[in-house]
C-alpha cells in the first residue's frame, strides 16, 4: 500500500510539504554519543520515517538520513530480520554483528522515555524462515490493549508524563486563541483533545493510533494530521502569527490584566507593555499597577522551592491566629507540578466559630503587612449561602472567603557565593492565592482548588450527566434523592459519584 495512503486515515488537507531545514539537528543536541540510528523506509513510508527521524532528534538521538558503517542501530517496521539483512545485501553493506536490529516499537518506547531504553526480545527482530510464523500475529503487529477510553478526564490517569506534547501544546495554543476570542465552544473542543492526549501511554505517530481515541473531532485531527505530516500545524502557525494573538498573550501575562482590558488595548492600537505602561491616558486598577511594577518576578515561574517556602510562611502565620487549622498546598503544586504561576492554599480550621473563621486571612494579611512581606493584597468576603444547592455550572467560582496576594519571598540564605544573579534584590515577589473553608466542605474544596481546571471541568459535567448529581466547590447533591451527600476526603466523594479514586497528581488533564 501507498505509505502516503497509510497515515491518512483522518480528514484530510491539501498543504504544502515543509520538511527539510526543521529535520536537521545540530550536533550539540545529540544526547546519547553512543547510538547511532538509522530508520528502515521500506514499508514504513517517507513521511511516517521523518516523522520518527525528527521526532527521535529532538529527543536527542543521533539518527542518520543514510545508512552508513557508524550505524549501530537500524530500525525498522513490518519487517523481519531477513527482510533487513537482504536489504542490506542490496546496499552492499555488511552487517556487523554488533549492528542491532529493531522494532520500531523500540524506538517508540525511547522517544516516550526520552532516553535509550533497554533492548529485549520483543524489540529484536527474527528471522523467520518458515512461513507459518507470519501467520500467527508477531509481536510489533499486536494491537495496542483495547481498553476503552473515557470521554470524562475524572475516568483517566494523567499524570505530568505526557508522550503526546507536541500535539498538547499545539491544542492548548488553539484553545487560548478560542479564549482571548470569547469562542467558549472551540475552547473546549481543543481543551477536551488536549486532556485527552495526556493521558495516553504512548506517542501518536499515525492517524491510526488515533483509532478509538474520544473527543478528538474532525476538527482536531486534522491538527494532528499536520503535525505527523509536517512537523507543524498551519493552523497554530497562523496564530502564533496572529496580531490579536499575540496583544491578549502579552496583556494578559500582567496580573489584574483579563480579556476586557486586553481588548480594550488591543482596540486602542498598543503593542507593547512599555507603551502601556508609560501611557499618560490610561487608569489602571491597584491590581495591575501591582502587576506592572512585580513584572518580571510574576512572569518569572514559582518553583516547588519557592512554593515550599510560602508554605512555611503561610503555616506560621495561620498557626499564630488558629493553632488547629490545616493548611494545605493545592493546585497545581498538589498535583506534582515542579513550577506554577501561583501558590495555592486551602485553610480549614475544626472547631472554630464562624467569627474566628471570618476573622483569619485579616489577621494573616496585617501580620504580614507588619512584617513588610506584603506587595498586594485583594480579600474576597465570603457570599456563601447556608442550604444553597450547588452550582451546576461547570466553571462556576466559589463562595469561599479568598484572598489573592502578592507576598515578597526572601532569597533563602545560600552558602555558595553564587548570588550574583540576584544584583541586590534579595527577595522576589510571588503571587498566593488563599482559600478559606468551612470544616464541613473541606473535601469539597480540596477537590476543587486541586484542578487540574480540565479535570474539575470534567468530573462536573461527570456528576451532572452519568449520576443526575450537582458537584461543586461547596458540597455533592443527588437530585434524584434530594439530598447533600456528606464527604470528608476526597475518596468519600469519588465514592459517592461512583468513580474510582484517582490521586491528584493523576489529575494533570
Ligand atoms: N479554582 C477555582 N476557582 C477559582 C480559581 C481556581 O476553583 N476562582 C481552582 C481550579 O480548579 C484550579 C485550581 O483552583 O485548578 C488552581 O488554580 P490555578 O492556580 O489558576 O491553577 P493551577 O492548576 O494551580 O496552575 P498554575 O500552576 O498555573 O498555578
Ligand atoms: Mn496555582
Ligand atoms: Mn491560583
Redesign the pocket.
Given at each position: 500500500m501507498d505509505p502516503q495512503q497509510m497515515a491518512h486515515t483522518g480528514p484530510r488537507k491539501k498543504r504544502a510539504r515543509q520538511m527539510g531545514a526543521s529535520m536537521a539537528a545540530t550536533p550539540q543536541d545529540i544526547k546519547f554519543q553512543d547510538l547511532v540510528l538509522f530508520i528502515l523506509e521500506k514499508k514504513m513510508g517517507t513521511t511516517r520515517r521523518g516523522f520518527l527521524m525528527e521526532l527521535a532528534r529532538r529527543k536527542g538521538f543521533r539518527v542518520e538520513n543514510e545508512l552508513s558503517d557508524s550505524v549501530t542501530h537500524i530500525v525498522a517496521e513490518n519487517n523481519s530480520a531477513s527482510d533487513v539483512l537482504d536489504w542490506l545485501q542490496v546496499q552492499k553493506i555488511k552487517a556487523s554483528s554488533q549492528l542491532e536490529l529493531l522494532d520500531v516499537s523500540w524506538l517508540i518506547e525511547c522517544i516516550g522515555a526520552g532516553k535509550p531504553v533497554e533492548i529485549t526480545g520483543k524489540h529484536q527482530l527474527v528471522v523467520t524462515e518458515d512461513y507459518s510464523a507470519s501467520l500467527s500475529p508477531s509481536p510489533q503487529k499486536t494491537p495496542p490493549p483495547a481498553v476503552k477510553i473515557s470521554q470524562y478526564a475524572c475516568q483517566r490517569r494523567t499524570t505530568l508524563n505526557n508522550h503526546n506534547h507536541i500535539f498538547t501544546d499545539a491544542f492548548e495554543i488553539l484553545a487560548e486563541n478560542c479564549e482571548f476570542r470569547e469562542n467558549e465552544g472551540s475552547y473546549v473542543v481543543f481543551m477536551r483533545a488536549a486532556s485527552v492526549l495526556k493521558s495516553l501511554p504512548f506517542t501518536i505517530i499515525s492517524m491510526k493510533d488515533t483509532e478509538g481515541i474520544p473527543c478528538l473531532v474532525d476538527r482536531t485531527k486534522c491538527v494532528i494530521e499536520d503535525i505527523i505530516e509536517d512537523g507543524e500545524s498551519s493552523e497554530v502557525k497562523a496564530v502564533l502569527n496572529d496580531e490579536r494573538y499575540k496583544c491578549f498573550k502579552l496583556f494578559t501575562s500582567v496580573f489584574g490584566v483579563g480579556l476586557k482590558t486586553s481588548e480594550k488595548w488591543f482596540r486602542m492600537g498598543f503593542k507593547t507593555l512599555s507603551k502601556i505602561r508609560t501611557d499618560k491616558t490610561l487608569k489602571f486598577t491597584q491590581m495591575q499597577e501591582a502587576g506592572f511594577l512585580y513584572y518580571e518576578d510574576l512572569v518569572s515561574c514559582v518553583t516547588k522551592a519557592e512554593a515550599d517556602a510560602v508554605s512555611v510562611l503561610v503555616q506560621e502565620a495561620v498557626w499564630a491566629f488558629l493553632p488547629n487549622a490545616f493548611v494545605t498546598m493545592?493546585?497545581?503544586f498538589r498535583?506534582g507540578?515542579k513550577i506554577?504561576?501561583?501558590v495555592?492554599f486551602l485553610i480549614t480550621s475544626p472547631g472554630s466559630t464562624e467569627e474566628e473563621e471570618q476573622q483569619l486571612l485579616h489577621k494573616v494579611v496585617n501580620l504580614w503587612k507588619r512584617e513588610g512581606l506584603l506587595l498586594y493584597s485583594d480579600l474576597i468576603e465570603s457570599t456563601f449561602e447556608k442550604l444553597k444547592k450547588p452550582s451546576s455550572k461547570v466553571d462556576a467560582?466559589?463562595h469561599f472567603q479568598k484572598c489573592f496576594l502578592i507576598l515578597k519571598l526572601h532569597h533563602q540564605k545560600v552558602d555558595s557565593g553564587k548570588s550574583s544573579q540576584l544584583q541586590g534584590k534579595t527577595w522576589k515577589a510571588i503571587r498566593v492565592?488563599l482559600v478559606m473553608c468551612p470544616y464541613e466542605c473541606h473535601a469539597f474544596a480540596l477537590l476543587?482548588?486541586?484542578?487540574?481546571?480540565q479535570f474539575?471541568r470534567d468530573i462536573r459535567r461527570y456528576a451532572t450527566h452519568e449520576r443526575k448529581m450537582i458537584l461543586d466547590?461547596h458540597a455533592l447533591y443527588d437530585k434524584t434523592k434530594r439530598v447533600f451527600l456528606k464527604a470528608d476526603s476526597e475518596e468519600e466523594i469519588f465514592a459517592h459519584l461512583g468513580l474510582d479514586y484517582i490521586e491528584p497528581w493523576e489529575r494533570n488533564a
Amino acid at each position: 500500500m501507498d505509505p502516503q495512503q497509510m497515515a491518512h486515515t483522518g480528514p484530510r488537507k491539501k498543504r504544502a510539504r515543509q520538511m527539510g531545514a526543521s529535520m536537521a539537528a545540530t550536533p550539540q543536541d545529540i544526547k546519547f554519543q553512543d547510538l547511532v540510528l538509522f530508520i528502515l523506509e521500506k514499508k514504513m513510508g517517507t513521511t511516517r520515517r521523518g516523522f520518527l527521524m525528527e521526532l527521535a532528534r529532538r529527543k536527542g538521538f543521533r539518527v542518520e538520513n543514510e545508512l552508513s558503517d557508524s550505524v549501530t542501530h537500524i530500525v525498522a517496521e513490518n519487517n523481519s530480520a531477513s527482510d533487513v539483512l537482504d536489504w542490506l545485501q542490496v546496499q552492499k553493506i555488511k552487517a556487523s554483528s554488533q549492528l542491532e536490529l529493531l522494532d520500531v516499537s523500540w524506538l517508540i518506547e525511547c522517544i516516550g522515555a526520552g532516553k535509550p531504553v533497554e533492548i529485549t526480545g520483543k524489540h529484536q527482530l527474527v528471522v523467520t524462515e518458515d512461513y507459518s510464523a507470519s501467520l500467527s500475529p508477531s509481536p510489533q503487529k499486536t494491537p495496542p490493549p483495547a481498553v476503552k477510553i473515557s470521554q470524562y478526564a475524572c475516568q483517566r490517569r494523567t499524570t505530568l508524563n505526557n508522550h503526546n506534547h507536541i500535539f498538547t501544546d499545539a491544542f492548548e495554543i488553539l484553545a487560548e486563541n478560542c479564549e482571548f476570542r470569547e469562542n467558549e465552544g472551540s475552547y473546549v473542543v481543543f481543551m477536551r483533545a488536549a486532556s485527552v492526549l495526556k493521558s495516553l501511554p504512548f506517542t501518536i505517530i499515525s492517524m491510526k493510533d488515533t483509532e478509538g481515541i474520544p473527543c478528538l473531532v474532525d476538527r482536531t485531527k486534522c491538527v494532528i494530521e499536520d503535525i505527523i505530516e509536517d512537523g507543524e500545524s498551519s493552523e497554530v502557525k497562523a496564530v502564533l502569527n496572529d496580531e490579536r494573538y499575540k496583544c491578549f498573550k502579552l496583556f494578559t501575562s500582567v496580573f489584574g490584566v483579563g480579556l476586557k482590558t486586553s481588548e480594550k488595548w488591543f482596540r486602542m492600537g498598543f503593542k507593547t507593555l512599555s507603551k502601556i505602561r508609560t501611557d499618560k491616558t490610561l487608569k489602571f486598577t491597584q491590581m495591575q499597577e501591582a502587576g506592572f511594577l512585580y513584572y518580571e518576578d510574576l512572569v518569572s515561574c514559582v518553583t516547588k522551592a519557592e512554593a515550599d517556602a510560602v508554605s512555611v510562611l503561610v503555616q506560621e502565620a495561620v498557626w499564630a491566629f488558629l493553632p488547629n487549622a490545616f493548611v494545605t498546598m493545592t493546585g497545581g503544586f498538589r498535583r506534582g507540578k515542579k513550577i506554577g504561576h501561583d501558590v495555592d492554599f486551602l485553610i480549614t480550621s475544626p472547631g472554630s466559630t464562624e467569627e474566628e473563621e471570618q476573622q483569619l486571612l485579616h489577621k494573616v494579611v496585617n501580620l504580614w503587612k507588619r512584617e513588610g512581606l506584603l506587595l498586594y493584597s485583594d480579600l474576597i468576603e465570603s457570599t456563601f449561602e447556608k442550604l444553597k444547592k450547588p452550582s451546576s455550572k461547570v466553571d462556576a467560582l466559589d463562595h469561599f472567603q479568598k484572598c489573592f496576594l502578592i507576598l515578597k519571598l526572601h532569597h533563602q540564605k545560600v552558602d555558595s557565593g553564587k548570588s550574583s544573579q540576584l544584583q541586590g534584590k534579595t527577595w522576589k515577589a510571588i503571587r498566593v492565592d488563599l482559600v478559606m473553608c468551612p470544616y464541613e466542605c473541606h473535601a469539597f474544596a480540596l477537590l476543587g482548588w486541586t484542578g487540574s481546571r480540565q479535570f474539575e471541568r470534567d468530573i462536573r459535567r461527570y456528576a451532572t450527566h452519568e449520576r443526575k448529581m450537582i458537584l461543586d466547590n461547596h458540597a455533592l447533591y443527588d437530585k434524584t434523592k434530594r439530598v447533600f451527600l456528606k464527604a470528608d476526603s476526597e475518596e468519600e466523594i469519588f465514592a459517592h459519584l461512583g468513580l474510582d479514586y484517582i490521586e491528584p497528581w493523576e489529575r494533570n488533564a
